[in-house]
């Protein structure tokens, strides 16, 4: 019986610890014990236009003063940008990147994600997009 409440409790740990993705407007957010990060998007976007996706990284002060390589991907409409950035801890940076909405995109709903990596700790945050035509 001891087991079985040791193995479900970490279970429940490790389904605690993904984050929940949030929509309709409102920012997604994704934490672990050394940083947390959102999403910000527009919840519509028209073909032809362009949109601007900002995700925002909080790293956590850890007392060592030191600066962390964090390791950041944003994909957006079938285009991903990536790259590092050193940060100093305690402090929060916002990347934001504009996207061309492609003329001969479908309309539809799409996902656009956040991917950061600190110290081989990686989270994903996403949203969603209404992409409508003109």
Same mark, same amino acid.
């Given at each position: 019986?001891?087991?079985? #409440? +040791? !193995? /479900?409790?970490?279970?429940?740990?490790?389904?605690?610890?993904?984050? $929940?993705?949030?929509?309709?407007?409102?920012?997604? +957010? #994704?934490?672990?014990?050394?940083?947390?990060? &959102?999403?910000?998007?527009?919840?519509?976007?028209? +073909?032809?236009?362009?949109?601007? +996706?900002?995700? $925002?990284? &909080?790293?956590?002060?850890?007392? !060592?003063? %030191?600066?962390?390589?964090?390791?950041?991907?944003? !994909?957006? /409409?079938?285009?991903?940008?990536?790259?590092?950035?050193?940060?100093?801890?305690?402090?929060?940076? $916002?990347?934001?990147? &504009?996207?061309?909405?492609?003329?001969? /995109?479908?309309?539809? $709903?799409?996902?656009?994600?956040?991917?950061? %990596?600190?110290?081989?700790?990686?989270? /994903?945050?996403?949203?969603?997009? &209404?992409?409508?035509?003109?």
């Amino acid at each position: 019986m001891r087991r079985v #409440a +040791v !193995s /479900l409790a970490v279970v429940m740990m490790v389904l605690a610890s993904f984050a $929940t993705p949030t929509f309709a407007g409102k920012p997604s +957010v #994704a934490e672990t014990d050394i940083y947390r990060i &959102t999403i910000n998007t527009p919840d519509v976007a028209v +073909v032809g236009q362009a949109i601007t +996706v900002s995700g $925002t990284i &909080t790293l956590f002060n850890d007392g !060592s003063g %030191s600066r962390k390589p964090v390791y950041y991907e944003v !994909s957006a /409409l079938h285009q991903n940008r990536a790259g590092v950035k050193a940060m100093q801890v305690g402090k929060t940076r $916002t990347i934001t990147r &504009t996207y061309a909405v492609p003329a001969q /995109l479908p309309a539809g $709903t799409y996902t656009i994600t956040f991917a950061v %990596s600190v110290d081989g700790r990686n989270s /994903l945050v996403e949203r969603e997009i &209404t992409v409508r035509e003109r």
